[in-house]
């Protein structure tokens, strides 16, 4: 097998915790550079920018992004103009309509543009989508709450326009949810509170619904401190699903029908490996729509200043 030789642009706390540590664990997959305005890792060669990468650097034939939301998309045109292929961290832009000239480029190149959602890989996700197929769903609530200290810590850029607050983690909530739920869902409503020194909430109530008038609620908070919660709960003709753990256990009415381990990057980079195998892509921007919808309807509140 050829392998998918891929150098990681903008090393933080995700490319370190997870993209490097799962390139080297997939099949296909090779770390070949690194990208980065600050960082290097030792026996690889390292560029400070991508633009001095794509020129100067050794053959690759992809680049994972793993920079701000901000700076992705003028990232991605640079390498897919250079014939690479690419994959996005989440979520994969600051606004719904700028993808669209990056997937026309990529079908043109037929180079694969790969817009990830990791949580849907977590290991109880499928089998949540597949009990749920087979039930009738009365309500849907979401609790995803963390400590942004904890999480995030002196990441300015999610304070920014296009960073999301809130919505960083929460979007993975509404990823999972746009899988394992049968019908579209769409957002009736929504109250954001923002910080009075931010651009970008710090906690969000959203109310959605189905075409059947399914009832969905979504609470999204960055003040949790203490217990953590990065939860589904769904309710059913035939008992209480719960999703948590970011979608790692799956338990009905008490009794665990699914859990295992974290793997979600090694799935990502499984996928990417198969999808650049052929140059096909893979772009679902369902969870940043409704995100988007959030930031349309939502009722704003303004709430004591943040001091990271
Ligand atoms: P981070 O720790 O702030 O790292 C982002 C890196 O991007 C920085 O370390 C920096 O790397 C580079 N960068 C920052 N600003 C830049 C700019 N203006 N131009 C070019 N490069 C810039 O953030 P992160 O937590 O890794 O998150 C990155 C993305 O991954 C986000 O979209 C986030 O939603 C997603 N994600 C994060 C997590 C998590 O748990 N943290 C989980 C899943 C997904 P250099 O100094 O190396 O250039």
Redesign the pocket.
Known sequence: MTELRIAI??????????HVGAIAAVPGAALAA??????SLPGLPHF???EELLEKGPPIDAVS????????RA?AAAALAAGKHVML???PGIGVAELDPLVAMAAEAKRTLFA?W??RHAPAVEPARQWLAERRIKSVHVSWKEDVRV??P?????WEPGG?GVF??G??ALSILTKILPKPVFVTAAELAFPANCQAPIAANLTLTDIDGLAVTAEFDFRQTGPQSWDILVDTDQGRMTLSSGGARLEVDGKVLAEAPDEEYRGLYRRFVELAATGASDVDLTPLRLVADAFLLGRRTVVEPFVD
Do not use: M
């Open positions: 642009v903008g090393f933080g706390k995700i490319a370190r915790d997870q690194i990208a980065s305005r600050n960082a400070a920018t991508i992004l793993c920079t701000p939301p901000q700076v992705r990232q961290e989440k979520p990830t990791h949580s999480w995030h002196g990441q300015g850029w999610i999301l960083d983690p979007i993975n």
